[in-house]
């Protein structure tokens, strides 16, 4: 297959056409005679770290469209295809698995950049003959210009790697090839909810789905989203899978989460739950959310005070399942189980392994009740430069612990949460010259 006179800006000299250059373009047979026009381009998803090799196109011939596969293309050109021979297959085409519709599923639609971890547009699509085959190549997400809305560009020009993006296509057939990038484990659960927020019905069914896949991650998602977006989300999920994930999730923001239900569905998800965390649960929806005892969190490390340094490390270190915040001080009990004291990490690892907690301890560490209330919590952490607290009853026995991040989330006014977040340095996704493309194979789609 030829290809056109197009090359690659910037000097890379590989044969380039823009999709906006091809859709509706004329398909002409070997004698230049039009047989139909190009409707959509196809490509082959083959994982994150390689280029889409396109397999062929949808064109429109006779009010049918069909499928015209690479093999059977003598030239991609700019405003045109020329087809190998002068006749053509009029079977109807249907899309196989694995198959991506450049305007169908690409053009106009939103991807994850995933340097910047934002859902951004694609408004053009670069594809270049590697040698071996075209492929799709880059991406651009450039608004086209416009006049008062009159005018349109004819195209912009492509300007980043398809490989800084993590499409979302919504076609079921693809979507085991689009899960081998993995790319979804490295983000941020809160870059995720993020998206999530801002993603439409289609695009947030999509990430949500991806996200299923690893139950912890999932976990750590809903935790971090807008409590109306969290509802809706659990809204449309059945009871069982509910309690799966609430499960997962600290105590806290799983009785937030709960509270939040339907009430005729609460009880029900509640008896689905694990029953530990079920106990947890139900403790705390007994507390006022915004006091000391609807904050914290239940989970906590603690000790005897004749312990060890040593001992005591081991202990926060097995502790994997509570969160970090909550593992920055480990809390010493008495013999009838009271707050005897405190001794923070940083004491354990710069004191001598065999030396006794007791010796370390804070003997008097800022406590408060389960009714102290939200400005108190955060006005002691603000005098005393804390980053969590203990909550105790009235024998002094740990309740939980309420921690800094638990204390920010209650008191950021909520349209705070909604403002644009700061630029931060994004780390484009590039290939060494010598790599730009890499080596595909041509050939129909089997």
Partial sequence: MSTSETTAEGGGGLPLIHLS????????????????????????????????????????????????????????????????????????????DGEVLLRADVLGHRLIDVGAVELVRAYDVELEDTGAGWALTRLDTRRPPRLFGLIKGSGGHAARDWKAFEPLIGHAHS????????????????????????????????????????????????????????????????????????????????????????????????????????????????????????????????????????????????????????????????????????????ALLHSEPDKSVGKLMDSDPVRVSADADLTDIALLMADYNLYSIPVVDEQDRVLGVVTVDDVLEATIPEDWRRREPAPRPVREITQSDDDRIAPVGGGEAP
């Fill in 175 to 346: 979507d085991g090839v689009r899960r081998l990038s993995g790319r979804f484990g490295g983000f941020k659960p809160a870059d995720i909810a993020d998206l999530l927020e801002e993603a439409d019905k289609a695009e947030g069914g999509e990430i949500l789905d991806r996200v299923h896949s690893d139950p912890e991650l999932e976990a750590d998602v809903f935790e971090e989203l807008d409590p109306d977006k969290a509802m809706r989300l659990l809204d449309g999920m059945p009871d069982d899978e509910v309690a799966a994930l609430l499960g997962r999730m600290r105590a806290d923001d799983a009785a937030d989460a709960i509270a939040d239900l339907r009430q005729s569905r609460r009880r029900r998800v509640l008896d689905l739950m694990p029953a530990p965390q079920r106990t947890k649960v139900i403790t705390l929806m007994g507390f006022n959310p915004e006091s000391a005892g609807g904050l914290m969190n239940v989970d906590f490390v603690s000790c005897a005070a004749n312990a060890t340094a040593a001992a005591a490390l081991a202990q926060i270190a097995a502790a994997r399942t509570i969160q970090p915040e909550a593992l920055i001080k480990l809390h010493v009990l008495d013999e009838d189980k009271r707050l005897a004291g405190v001794v923070s990490v940083i």
């Fill in 21 to 96: 250059q091809l859709l509706r373009a004329p398909v002409v047979n070997r004698s230049g005679e039009a047989v139909g026009r190009v409707e959509d381009v196809i490509v082959r998803l083959r994982g994150a770290d390689e280029y889409p090799l396109v397999t062929g196109i949808v064109a429109g011939v006779g009010g049918r469209e069909v499928f015209v596969g690479s093999k059977s293309i003598h030239e991609f050109a700019q405003h045109r295809v020329t087809l190998a021979k002068n006749k053509i297959d009029l079977r109807g085409f249907e899309r196989r």
